[in-house]
C-alpha cells in the first residue's frame, strides 16, 4: 500500500531523513522505532508533504504523491493524526469531527458517520457537544483519531498516539487498532511504547539519527532487548 523508496528530508540545513527504504502492505500494522531526534516525525510529515524540502519516491496505492499537495492524500484514502492532536479551539466534539469531512461531495454522509464514531468511541459519544479543548489528554487523542476516521482513509499515519496518556486509555487505545486492523485499515505508528508497539505491530523500522538501522517482525524485535535497549532506550 505504501512503498517508499530513497526518501530524503531536511529541516533548513540540517539532513533530518537519509535515503529510506520501506515499505507497508495492505492490512498491516507497522512501527517506526528509534530515539527522540531519531527522523520518525520527519518521515511521517515527509510521507504527507508537509516537509518544505524533500526528495525521492513515495507511492500510495500506485500513486506518486511526494510532490503532491498535502491535501492530495485526503481523497486518495491516507490520514494522519499528528503528535500535537490539534484539536480546534472553540469548536465542540462534533464540530471537530465534521472537519475530517473537507470533501464537500462527503457531508450527505456525516450523520452516518458520526454514528459509526459514536459506537466505537462511547467516551465521545458522551461529550458531542462538549469544547474538544476540555477534555483530558487521551480523549483529546482519541478525538484526533476519530477525526482522521471521519473519512474511512485506507491507512492511518498516527505520531506517538500514547504520549501523555493515562495508562486505562492506552489500554483502550491499542485495543482500537487491534479492530481497526480487523476491519482492514493499514496502520502505521510512531510510537514511543515500545513494548505496546511491538505487540500489535506485523513488522517494525528502527531509525537511528535519520538512517533505517534494523528492521524485523514486531515478534522478534520484541523478544530482542539488545536492540531495544541500543536504539530505542530514552
Keep these: 500500500m505504501l512503498e517508499v523508496n530513497g526518501l530524503d528530508a531536511w529541516y533548513d540545513h540540517s539532513h533530518v531523513v537519509q535515503g529510506l527504504h520501506f515499505e507497508v502492505r495492505t492490512g498491516e500494522i507497522v512501527t517506526l522505532m528509534g530515539r527522540n531526534g531519531a ?5 511521517l510529515r515527509a510521507i504527507m508533504g508537509l516537509m518544505g524540502k524533500r526528495s525521492g519516491q513515495v507511492r500510495f496505492n500506485g ?3 511526494l510532490a503532491q499537495p498535502a491535501q492530495t492524500r485526503y481523497y486518495l484514502g491516507l490520514a494522519y493524526v499528528p503528535e500535537e492532536r490539534r484539536i480546534v479551539p472553540g469548536l ?3 464540530e471537530n469531527l465534521r472537519l475530517g469531512l473537507i470533501a ?6 456525516e450523520r452516518e458517520r458520526i454514528d459509526e464514531i459514536a459506537k466505537t468511541f462511547p467516551r465521545l459519544a458522551e461529550r458531542m457537544e462538549q469544547d474538544g479543548t476540555s477534555m483530558s489528554g487521551g480523549e483529546q487523542q482519541m478525538l484526533a483519531i476519530a477525526r482522521a ?3 474511512r482513509p485506507r491507512m492511518i499515519l498516527l505520531d506517538e498516539p500514547s504520549e501523555g496518556i493515562m495508562p486505562v486509555l492506552v489500554d483502550e487505545m491499542f485495543e482500537l487498532f487491534r479492530r481497526l486492523k480487523a476491519q482492514g485499515t493499514t496502520l502505521l505508528l510512531v510510537e514511543q511504547n515500545v513494548e505496546r508497539a511491538l505487540s500489535i505491530s506485523d513488522r517494525a523500522y528502527i531509525l537511528d539519527q535519520g538512517v533505517l538501522v534494523h528492521t524485523g517482525t514486531g515478534a522478534d524485535l520484541l523478544a530482542d532487548r539488545e536492540i531495544q535497549d541500543k536504539y530505542c532506550a530514552v
Excluded at 464537500?104 to 454522509?109: C, F, L, P, V
Aim: glycine residues 10%; proline residues 0%.
Design 63 to 65: 500513486h506518486e504523491i
Design 104 to 109: 464537500g461531495k462527503e457531508r450527505h454522509t
Design 92 to 94: 465542540t466534539v462534533r
Design 39 to 43: 527522523g520518525k516525525t520527519s518521515t
Design 149 to 151: 476516521m471521519m473519512a
